[in-house]
């Protein structure tokens, strides 16, 4: 059995914003409203993108008509799984029940020593 870090991301949709700071704010508040008091050992962080053009890393925002689309990083470490398949399982369940109807994928996996 190992420890290991899982990075999940999420896209969030908030609607009549006037600015996209106020967009990130709102999804990452909302987020952490929906994960505690059950997930709140889970750290919510803006998502990066990296530019296809300069190669470097831009926030995973975007407003357009006053409605952001805001792409987050949710960590969390899981104790005690079989496999990095089944920590990824185990993250998904445990982030997934309190952020219903929100997609999430698997960023990455991190064996923690």
């Known amino acids: 059995m190992s420890d290991y870090r899982v990075t999940l991301e999420s896209?969030?949709?908030i609607r009549d914003v006037d600015t996209?700071?106020?967009?990130?704010g709102i999804a990452i508040a909302e987020a952490g409203k929906r994960?505690?008091?059950k997930a709140k050992f889970v750290?919510?962080?803006i998502g990066q993108a990296i530019c296809p053009f300069?190669?470097?890393?831009l926030n995973n925002a975007l407003l357009v008509a006053n409605v952001a689309l805001v792409g987050l990083s949710l960590d969390m470490k899981v104790f005690k799984a079989e496999s990095e398949e089944h920590a990824e399982r185990i993250a998904k369940s445990v982030v997934g029940a309190s952020l219903r109807d929100i997609p999430l994928k698997v960023i990455e996996v991190e064996l923690i020593k």
Do not use: F, H, R
């Not at 996209?20 to 990130?24: P, Q, V, Y």
């Not at 300069?54 to 890393?57: L, P």
């Open 11 to 13: 896209a969030w949709v």
């Open 20 to 24: 996209l700071d106020d967009g990130i």
């Open 35 to 37: 994960l505690n008091p």
């Open 43 to 45: 750290e919510i962080e």
């Open 54 to 57: 300069c190669e470097n890393e």
